[in-house]
Structures are given as C-alpha cells and as structure tokens.
C-alpha cells in the first residue's frame, strides 16, 4: 500500500515547503493526537498564485484548482508538525472560505478541489467533515483560504 507521500509523488505534486506566516501565528499545532492547521491559502513557491474574487475575476474552475493548491499546503503544515504523513489516521474537518463577487454560491464546488486532493491522498482516511464558507475578503485578496484538522495515529 502506497504512502501518502508515494501518492503524492503519483498525483505528479510534489510537497511544497510550508508556506511562512504572514502574521503572528505558526503553520499548524498539534494538541493530543491532532494536528490543526492555520488557514492556508494558494501560495506557490512564496507568491500568491492568483488574486480577486470567484465569480468575478478568478472562475469557479481555476478556483476549485487553488483550493487544491490550499491542501497541498496544508498537507505540508501537517507534515511539519507530525514528520510523516503516514501517522495521519484521518482527515477530521476541513473548513474552505471562498472569497465570493456578490451572488457567486458555488462555494461547494471551489472547496471540492481540497476535499478531492484529501481523497486522492489519504485514501478512505481523507474523507472528511466541512464547512465551505462565501466571505467578501481573504489576506491578501486570495480567492481561496483552506484550513483542516487531522487526527494521527498514537
């Protein structure tokens, strides 16, 4: 059976170095046997991949591909705190906020793009609680933000 890193290398993705935070707070924390993550957003190599608002500037599709993005990094939070992907026992909760133009509502959809990333690596362990939430602005006009909370394996 193939790790979640294996599975990752397969998707053609290779895991980002954690994104450093822009305020004062840490990429993830681990409490007991869970791993919680700040809100990640579509950063790629240091730089905000995209900008502007879904259903105005950035379609639905490119950004259902930058929530993706979003789990990538908060796939590389957990691993900074955990070390290995394969002590993730299950994806607990996800929560996706999509920065919205007025009347956009296919926030489901956009958060679909980390839900099925979660799937893709961790198998029947990445199918998850979550909440995908329309907001009017996210930290530095990203369209996207993700942030998750893992359970690890004892």
Do not use: W
Not at 26 to 42: E, F, I, K, N
Not at 107 to 128: I, R, T
């Amino acid at each position: 059976m193939a790790t979640p890193e294996e599975r990752i290398a397969d998707l053609g993705l290779v895991l980002p170095e954690v994104v450093a935070p822009l305020a004062a707070y840490v990429p993830a924390v681990v409490t007991g046997d869970h791993v919680y993550t700040s809100g990640q957003l579509p950063m790629v190599e240091g730089k905000l991949a995209v900008t502007g608002k879904v259903g105005a500037e950035v379609s639905p599709e490119e950004a259902k591909e930058l929530a993706r993005v979003c789990g990538l990094n908060a796939i590389a939070a957990v691993k900074s705190v955990a070390g290995d992907l394969s002590r993730v026992a299950r994806i607990v909760k996800v929560v996706g906020f999509v920065a919205s133009a007025p009347g956009f509502t296919g926030q489901p959809q956009v958060v679909n793009g980390v839900s099925e990333l979660l799937g893709e690596v961790f198998g029947d362990a990445g199918k998850h609680a979550r909440s995908a939430v329309g907001v009017a602005v996210l930290p530095l006009d990203a369209p996207v933000e993700v942030e998750l909370i893992a359970q690890l394996h004892p």
